[in-house]
C-alpha cells in the first residue's frame, strides 16, 4: 500500500526551513528519501532502518518513528538547489526487498 | 557512476506492438527492478528481480513481462502497447537492504 506524503508542495523562499511527511498503515522495515530534479532521475538520499532514528547530512535529515509508522524529512536553511520532487519509498517489515513509494512532494525554492 | 543504463532513452511506438526496455549493470548487483512515473502517480513498481531468472510481479504488472537470463540485464516488455503504457520508465538497482537504490536514468515511451 502506498504511504501518504504531506504536503503535496511547499514553496520556500531561500534560507527558510521545511519538513515533508511520509505515514505508512503497514509495518515498516526501513524508510527511504529520494530527490528528483525535472527531467532526471530520482537520487537516493538516506535510509532510515531502526525506529527512532536519525540521519542527515549537511542541512538534510530524517527521522523514523517506528510505532508511528512515519517518517519526516527536515531540509533546513533551504538552498536553491533543494527545489525538486520528493519522495518516500517504504519497505515492509517482513515483506520482500522492493520499495513502495508515495506520491512525491514538490519543494520550490525562490531566491 | 552508478553503473546502469537504460535504453531507448526515449522511444515512439504504434498501439498494439511489443516493445522491449533494456537495463544493464555493471556492478553486479542481485536485485533489479522496473518502475513507472505518471504525473500523479509517483513511482509505481511493474516488476522486479532477486536473481538470474528469479523475478515477480509488483503492483502495476498487467500488460508487462520481464525477463533476466543474466545477472547484468534486466529486460521489460510490452507485450502489446496501449495508450495507457505511455509514460517514463525507471530500472532501480538494489544492493542489499541496508542501502538505496540507484536509478537509471529513464526511458521515455510514447505509444501512439
Known amino acids: 500500500q502506498q504511504p501518504v506524503q504531506s504536503p503535496q508542495a511547499v514553496i520556500l523562499r531561500e534560507g527558510e526551513d521545511a519538513v515533508i511527511n511520509c505515514s505508512s498503515s503497514k509495518a515498516l522495515y526501513s524508510v527511504h528519501w529520494y530527490r528528483q530534479k525535472h527531467g532526471e532521475a530520482p537520487v537516493f538520499l538516506m535510509i532510515?532502518?531502526?525506529?527512532?532514528e536519525q540521519k542527515g547530512h549537511d542541512k538534510i535529515s530524517a527521522s523514523f518513528n517506528e510505532k508511528k509508522q512515519q517518517s519526516s524529512l527536515y531540509l533546513t536553511a533551504s538552498q536553491l538547489s533543494y527545489s525538486g520532487t520528493y519522495f518516500c519509498?517504504?519497505?515492509?517489515?517482513?515483506?520482500?526487498?522492493?520499495?513502495?513509494f508515495g506520491k512525491g512532494t514538490k519543494l520550490t525554492v525562490n531566491p | 557512476d552508478a553503473g546502469i543504463t537504460q535504453s531507448p532513452r526515449h522511444k515512439v511506438t504504434e498501439t498494439g506492438t511489443p516493445v522491449t526496455l533494456r537495463c544493464h549493470q555493471t556492478?553486479?548487483?542481485?536485485?533489479m527492478y522496473w518502475y513507472r512515473q505518471d504525473p500523479g502517480h509517483g513511482l509505481r513498481l511493474i516488476h522486479y528481480s532477486y536473481g538470474v531468472k528469479d523475478t515477480d510481479k509488483g503492483e502495476v504488472s498487467d500488460g508487462y513481462s520481464v525477463s533476466r537470463s543474466k545477472t547484468e540485464d534486466f529486460l521489460l516488455t510490452l507485450e502489446s502497447a496501449t495508450s495507457s503504457q505511455t509514460s517514463v520508465y525507471f530500472c532501480a538497482i538494489h544492493r542489499d537492504r541496508g542501502n538505496g537504490y540507484t536509478f537509471g536514468s529513464g526511458t521515455r515511451l510514447t505509444v501512439v
Open positions: 532510515l532502518l531502526k525506529g527512532g
Open positions: 519509498g517504504t519497505d515492509r517489515q517482513g515483506g520482500s526487498e522492493k520499495l513502495v
Open positions: 556492478e553486479n548487483h542481485r536485485y
